[in-house]
């Protein structure tokens, strides 16, 4: 069977680049085998804004409400430069599935991101996300963000797949995508079945196909034939 082909942007370093602060690879089993069917968008938010390999630690921290990011060896403020980056390189994706982004990370982490109550990283605050991917969150909440932790889990996994590769196809075949979806969602979700059927930008399809998905059963997202069966395991 023929698949369809999502662009997806990687955390660099989860696509083979030695880019981490402490220049040591990253293996993911799973964001390796997906590299061999989607095509690759990579970026290392740290490395674009001036940053080096290695490079001392970032860190997050809460200031009035506001997360910012800091490098404490330095004093580097880096706040402004990473919104600025971020805004700048999701304004210039013209065309994105989806969002494989490196967990824990201060830029690019979705899960597990320490973040700290002082500029220096010394008064531990708790967990949150990366600036990087707080922009991404904000710039297509209609496109799934996942990190390689939180993909470790089976649903979120399948989730994350189905709406990368739905998203792709909708591209491909637009409407008509609809039909390879319609008879399940009208069993588990027909309020929202209706609502992608009668939405009025494929953005806003995708939206309500994310929300949708996030509803069905494991079982149910197993089984979608559009979906390479190779990625489904762990």
């Not at 993911?28 to 690759?40: Q, S, T």
């Not at 402004?80 to 824990?104: I, P, T, W, Y």
């Not at 309020?191 to 939206?207: P, Q, T």
Request: aromatic share 10%; proline share 6%.
């Amino acid at each position: 069977m023929r698949y369809p082909e999502p662009v997806v942007v990687y955390s660099a370093c989860l696509a083979g680049d030695r880019v981490r602060y402490d220049d040591k690879p990253v293996s993911d089993p799973f964001a390796e085998r997906l590299l061999g069917y989607v095509r690759v968008v990579k970026v290392c938010p740290e490395v674009e804004i001036g940053l080096g390999v290695p490079r001392d630690k970032v860190v997050l921290y809460e200031e009035k409400g506001g997360l910012k990011m800091s490098q404490p060896a330095t004093g580097l403020e880096l706040t402004s430069r990473m919104n600025a980056f971020a805004e700048g390189f999701l304004k210039e994706l013209k065309v994105v599935d989806g969002f494989l982004l490196k967990a824990k990370s201060p830029s690019c982490g979705v899960s597990r991101t320490k973040t700290y109550s002082d500029p220096g990283g010394g008064r531990f605050r708790g967990f949150g996300k990366g600036l990087f991917a707080l922009k991404v969150m904000e710039s297509f909440p209609f496109l799934p963000v996942e990190d390689e932790l939180t993909l470790r889990k089976e649903r979120r996994r399948l989730v994350f797949l189905a709406a990368l590769f739905g998203s792709a196809l909708l591209r491909e075949e637009g409407m008509r995508f609809h039909r390879r979806l319609e008879e399940t969602l009208r069993v588990f979700t027909p309020v929202l079945e209706r609502k992608m059927r009668e939405s009025g930008s494929e953005d806003e399809y995708r939206k309500l196909m994310l929300k949708a998905l996030r509803r069905l059963p494991v079982g149910v997202l197993s089984g979608f034939e559009f979906v390479p069966p190779e990625l489904k395991g762990a």
